[in-house]
C-alpha cells in the first residue's frame, strides 16, 4: 500500500508547521539548559527535538488513527517500542532532527526524517530540510524526487562511479570503535574525499548524486528506513555486508550503500570488514 497524494501531502504540511513552527524558532537560539547529553556527549537531545516530535506524533495520530508511531525520542524512554515497527500493519517512523548535534551547535546540516512502514516494508520515506524547506522523497516502486521551493520535482537517477579514487563518500568516524577507525582511515586513503553528515543530508547528498557511497554501523530505523528507500527508488543499491536486504526492523548490521550493484561489491571487497 502507498501513500496517495492527498497522504503524503498531510504528512509534508505537518512537517513544515513543525519545522517553521518549533525547529527554525529553536535554532541558533537555544540556551545550554535546552541541550541534553543522552548515550554520550555527542548523543544530544534538544527541547527542539522533543517539542518536534510531540507536534508530529500528535498531528499524524489525529489523521491517521489506524497508525502506529515510532519516534526517535520516545524510543530513548522506551526501547520496548522499536518491536512495534515489525508488528504494526502501518508504521510511521519518526527523526525530529536528525543531525541534533549540528543543530544545537548552530550548523545547518540536519533535517527531519519520516518513513512509513507497512507490514515491515518502506513504502515512504521524507528527507526534509527545514533551512531551506526543500525535500526529497519516494514512494515504493514510483521513483525518488528532488522539491525545491516553487519548483516542479525533479526525479533523481544516479549514474554510478567505478573508479575507486574518483569516489566520494560518507562515513562517520566518531560512531566507530577505536580499530575499525583505523581500518577504515587506512582504507579511505583511496578515495577522493571522505565526509561525515547525519542520515538525513547524506541520504540526501547521495540519491542527488552528490556522493557515491556511504557506509554505517548503527542500524537505528530511523536513520535509514527513509533514506534507503529513497536511494534504491534512485537507482542505487543497499545490503548488508553479510548479503541480506535491509529492512527497518533490523537492530543490528553494518549497511553499505552505493550507486549500482558492482560499485557496492567492488566498495565491499575494498573495505575488507567482516559482515
Known sequence: MNLNQDSQSIILNVIR????????????????????????????????DQACERYITEKIAEKFPNWTIVGEEAVAE??????????ADTCMIIDPIDGTWNFANGLSDFGVIIAVVVKGVT????????V?????YA???????????????????????????????????????????????VKSTAFARIHSLPSCHAYRQLAIGHFNFGLYLKMNP?????????????GGYCQLLNGSDYSATMENGKLLVAQSEEQWHKL?????IEP
Open 17 to 48: 508547521d513543525a519545522a517553521r513552527d518549533i525547529i527554525m524558532p529553536h535554532f541558533r537560539h537555544l540556551d545550554a539548559d535546552q541541550i541534553a547529553s543522552k548515550s554520550s556527549q555527542l548523543d544530544l537531545v534538544t527541547v527542539a
Open 78 to 87: 522506551s526501547p520496548e517500542l522499536l518491536k512495534n515497527i515489525e508488528t
Open 123 to 130: 513504502v515512504f520515506g521524507l528527507l526534509y530540510d527545514p
Open 132 to 136: 531551506h524547506d526543500d525535500y526529497v
Open 139 to 185: 514512494n515504493k516502486g514510483e521513483g525518488a524526487f528532488l522539491v525545491r521551493p516553487n519548483s516542479d520535482p525533479i526525479k533523481l537517477s544516479i549514474e554510478p562511479e567505478l573508479d575507486l579514487k574518483k569516489m566520494l563518500g560518507i562515513l562517520s568516524f566518531y560512531s566507530y570503535g577505536p580499530e575499525m577507525n583505523r581500518h577504515l582511515a
Open 222 to 234: 530511523w536513520d535509514h528506513a527513509a533514506g534507503v528507500l529513497i536511494l534504491q527508488e534512485a
Open 268 to 272: 565491499a571487497d575494498w573495505f575488507e
